[in-house]
């Protein structure tokens, strides 16, 4: 783990690399490398016999597709991934910049160019790069030192439990949740709040309150109604994702029953009723058909609004 501050002076924890993980990646991209590299030259060497050029012309080809193979491969996929070959891909490993942000063009550029120096200095192939990976605290070779990124690990090894345990929901806001529009929230931001959750003992309080509040952000943009007064972060997150679980579980045991007054009201409503998992209010006031054998709610829908002032957010200290 290597201390990361962000440029909203947030310190974070990220996990370097490891050598031998990125080892096996390099190995990976190499034989990809390789294999590229063999294609395209039988395909130039029997292009520039077909076509009658020179030996000159023909081995200008052949350096230039040389070169493509050995530099233009890393610095092609790590800007079109933000920082991910094939190899780092399959091993879980991402280059991001020194502040923990994104890998960007210049960056993979300079990486690339420092391969030549790092791995394909002849008679020291690859030991600048070993070398100063087993100096640098980050685990850097040159080509990270010079553009300023480090490798990171950043699909760790899943801890045994913790996969399969649901959320949890906050006794205190379990009758709020129950009515919470959540047809707006997507995989991804539910994703990052249960990523946060998970790693909240391991961050620092900074990092808690900025992580926190902008997840937060996310999630009541996405939902509806704003949690209650004084609410913190961890305990609204927490309850969203737990009913989230909650609807998602009855949905794959029961399926999405449309009670009879969502079906009169049209195919549209009754796909918002079941996507919000929620009983259908028949309008301020009165009473919601909630299917037979189902208690009728005298309480109107919340309708769903954007996030304002005033939301209750108080973040974790």
């Known amino acids: 783990m290597t201390d990361v501050v962000t440029g909203e002076a947030v310190t974070l924890d990220v996990p370097c690399a490891r050598f031998p993980s990125r080892l096996a990646a390099l ?19 029997a292009s520039t016999s077909a076509a ?16 493509l193979s050995l530099i233009g491969y890393p610095i092609l996929w790590e800007t079109t991934t933000r920082g991910r070959s094939p190899g780092k891909f399959a091993l879980g490993l991402r280059v991001v910049g020194d502040d923990g942000g994104p890998e960007r063009f210049r960056q993979a550029l300079v990486r690339g160019l420092a391969t030549i120096v790092d791995f394909w200095l002849v008679p020291f192939i690859g030991v600048p790069a070993l070398i100063c990976s087993l100096l640098s ?35 205190e806001l379990a009758g709020w949740a129950a009515g919470l529009e959540l047809s707006g929230l997507t995989d991804h931001t539910a994703a990052m709040a249960r990523g946060y959750l998970g790693r909240l003992p391991e961050l620092t309080p900074a990092a808690q309150a900025e992580l926190g509040s902008r997840i937060a952000a996310a999630v009541q943009a996405q939902t509806a109604p704003p949690p209650p007064l004084g609410t913190p972060v961890p305990p609204y997150l927490a309850a969203v994702l737990a009913e989230r679980h909650r609807r998602e ?45 189902e208690e009728a709610t005298s309480e109107p829908a919340q309708p769903a609004r954007p996030p304002g002032p005033g939301t209750g957010f108080i973040p974790p200290r």
Request: proline share 9%; aromatic share 4%.
């Open 249 to 293: 579980s009855a949905r794959l045991v029961t399926g999405p029953a449309v009670p009879s007054s969502a079906a009169r009201l049209g195919p549209g409503a009754a796909g918002a009723w079941a996507a919000a998992g929620a009983a259908w209010p028949a309008g301020p006031g009165a009473a919601g058909q909630a299917g037979a054998g």
């Open 52 to 67: 009658g050029l020179d030996t000159a012309a023909t081995s200008a080809l052949v350096i230039t597709v040389i070169v």
């Open 137 to 171: 605290a980050r685990g850097k070779r040159l080509g990270d030192v010079f553009a300023g990124t480090f490798v990171i690990q950043q699909r760790l090894p899943a801890r045994r439990g913790a996969a399969a345990r649901p959320p949890v929901m906050p006794p």
């Open 27 to 45: 190995g990976i991209d190499l034989l990809i490398q390789f294999t590229l590299m063999v294609i395209l030259l039988v395909i130039v060497t």
